[in-house]
């Protein structure tokens, strides 16, 4: 039933406490370092799979800058370890790697605040979890209760979240607290596929299954109290994060691209050490072709992500008999975790337009950054770092170390450390649901399966992680979130 | 043949078959055990014609495969029969199944995809071997 994992056996040079390299002189072919964020205890963990040489293997990609760079909550995935970075040039060569934003394009996590505590929840906190089990669609094959015809899903693709404000689906604020505004432009939803439209006409508002939630939080411990009250926090408040991306829209975008993509690495002379890491030159017509329909997904994403916290809205106020606006259910912040964009950094000295692939990693833009919404701007960019479901999600700002030193990203949740048989295994015969009930946690899923490959266990402590990207000083802690009431698929 | 192993964060199946053609009827059915967990509950009520190239094997069962992954998505068909006839760059399938029904079928996992990562299809001496990683 299992298979013995390889251990990384290369070179993992100390920079400091917290950053690790590979050298480029690893493999031949390498064009730049790899560096790995992590603690001496993390790291020790990192090296049980094959994430490292994943790391080596995306330094080989045509135009990339600086470093291929991971954060402390990497795992093995496949051509682009999870929480990998890596930045091209389209002037020196660079490519765009569909591989290095994933199936799940767009694939992120939004923290919506409330006005209530803890105290007036918890009588309605049975009620308030069946309800969003029994209205959010979550799981495998479950349609959402949003229908968009062809014509209106190319509408919602091409305009993101704004689309969404014209049919009386979001509110001013929630595009301004979304990242990019909910929506990338030059979107070209022309070059989605139809089976890719098929699979996303009636998913867009669906939760999915695999690490996607709904969390019901409370503000367990405030960090750095300035920022707090800048966003609006405090201890023992309720808060709702949405786990989510681009569902089946998505999926089918990435697997057209890599087949659209098979031959294409040889047409262009390009040597990769492994096939899931085809690619194509920014600046070619495969490219150009891909990064419109990524986009268009990104823009899906977002939608989705809306689309299910305005359903949750909806289940508040019937389960509280107030309107949302006066629950004050306002979107803190929409990050992506799977994402590439054309950005702006500083590379050896020199300003430079590049692609940011973020696969498993999360933008983290400092103070004063002009894409930060101006009630963020002397504090940072919101970053919001999903934990497991028995133990914390966190709330992070990003620093100015973030532009310096992972062209403006952070860690992206707790990776994994189990694999899902290794998971289900550890809970046979357990009532995972009951446990994490004594915990103070109530989770529904649709299955136990669901439940049991999703337990704590199965993930790194996220505290270890947060403490990572902390002490690098890359995103500055600033809320723990403890689970109080889940849903999964 | 065929059995689920470990991946990270996801599903890997490992195949093997004394042939080719029972290779990849052992494949399919591999993927629909991972979505449905009780797959003997399917009859089969519909079926459907698959004719599929590629230029070589593996890329072939990846072909199959996703097909069969987008029957699902697209229809909602859920299938636990195949007869399958497989050359060495094409292949021609009769798939058997019905539309998902939530009364009788236990639905287990949200395949995003199959991923050519480690994707393989080998001879042995005298069996058929292939593995595939699906994204979940």
């Known amino acids: 039933m299992s298979e013995k994992k390889d251990i990384y056996n290369g070179p993992l040079e100390k920079v400091s406490d917290y950053c690790w390299r590979i050298p480029k002189s690893y493999k031949p072919g390498m064009r730049v370092d790899g560096l790995i964020f992590a603690s001496q205890k993390l790291i020790q963990e990192i090296r049980k799979d094959q994430a490292p040489e994943q790391v080596a293997n995306v330094a080989f990609l045509p135009g990339i800058q600086y470093a291929s760079i991971a954060m402390p909550d990497i795992h093995w995935g496949y051509g682009f370890s999870i929480g990998g970075v890596c930045a091209t040039d389209p002037e020196e060569d660079g490519v765009i790697c569909p591989g290095g934003i994933g199936y799940d394009i767009n694939c992120g996590v939004r923290l919506v605040k409330t006005n209530l505590f803890y105290e007036d929840i918890q009588s309605h906190l049975k009620q308030l979890v069946k309800e969003l089990f029994i209205e959010i669609p979550t799981g495998v094959g479950r349609s959402g209760k949003y229908k968009f015809d062809k014509k209106e899903l190319k509408k919602l693709m091409a305009e993101g979240v704004p689309y969404l404000l014209r049919r009386g689906l979001a509110a001013e604020r929630d595009i301004e607290y979304t990242e990019a505004g909910g929506k990338l432009d030059d979107a070209e939803p022309e070059n989605v596929s139809e089976r890719a439209l098929e699979r996303g006409a009636e998913q867009c508002g669906t939760l999915g299954s695999g690490n996607h939630f709904l969390e019901i939080q409370i503000v367990d411990k405030i960090w750095d109290p300035e920022i707090a009250a800048v966003i609006g926090i405090e201890p023992g408040q309720v808060c709702v994060m949405i786990h989510s991306g681009s569902r089946g829209l998505g999926y089918q975008v990435c697997d057209d691209a890599l087949k659209m993509l098979r031959d294409v690495p040889a047409k262009y002379g390009i040597k990769l050490p492994d096939k899931q890491l085809a690619c194509a030159p920014v600046d070619s017509p495969e490219g150009r072709k891909y990064i419109g329909a990524m986009r268009a997904a990104a823009n899906f994403a977002w939608c989705n992500r809306q689309l299910l916290m305005w359903q949750t809205r909806e289940v508040f106020e019937s389960v509280f008999g107030q309107s949302w606006q006066q629950l004050q259910m306002n979107l803190i912040y929409d990050v992506a975790h799977n994402i590439a964009k054309f950005e702006k950094h500083e590379v050896e000295g020199k300003e430079k337009k590049v692609w940011v692939h973020r696969k498993g990693a999360t933008r983290a833009f400092p103070p004063n950054h002009p894409e930060i919404p101006d009630m963020y701007r002397k504090i940072g960019q919101p970053v919001i770092i999903p934990g497991d479901m028995g133990r914390a999600s966190w709330l992070m700002v990003g620093n100015a170390a973030s532009m310096e030193k992972t062209f403006g990203t952070t860690c992206h949740g707790a990776g994994r450390m189990l694999s899902r048989t290794a998971a289900v295994k550890k809970a046979q015969g357990r009532r995972i649901d009951q446990e994490l009930e004594e915990k103070g946690v109530l989770a529904l899923a649709r299955s136990w399966k669901g439940l049991a490959e999703e337990h704590p266990m199965a993930y790194k402590n996220v505290d270890d992680v947060v403490d990572v990207v902390h002490k690098a000083g890359i995103t500055q802690k600033v809320a723990r979130l403890r689970p109080i009431g889940v849903i999964k698929g | ?136």
């Open chain 2, 1 to 136: 043949m065929y059995e689920v192993f470990e991946h990270t964060a996801d599903l890997g199946l490992r195949i093997s078959s004394p042939t080719l053609n029972g290779l990849f009827s052992e494949a399919a059915e591999a993927l629909f055990s991972v979505i449905v967990e009780n797959i003997d509950q399917i009859r089969t009520e519909k079926s459907f014609k698959l004719n599929i190239k590629a230029s070589n094997l593996e890329y072939l069962l990846f072909d199959w495969l996703n097909e069969l992954l987008y029957l699902f998505e697209s229809e909602k068909i859920v299938a636990n029969s195949f007869l399958v006839n497989v050359d060495s760059d094409s292949l021609s399938a009769e798939v058997y199944g019905e539309v998902l029904d939530r009364n009788r079928h236990k639905t287990d996992h949200e395949v995003k995809a199959i991923t050519y990562h480690q994707l393989k299809v080998v001879q042995k001496q005298t069996e058929w071997m292939a593995e595939v990683i699906l994204d979940i």
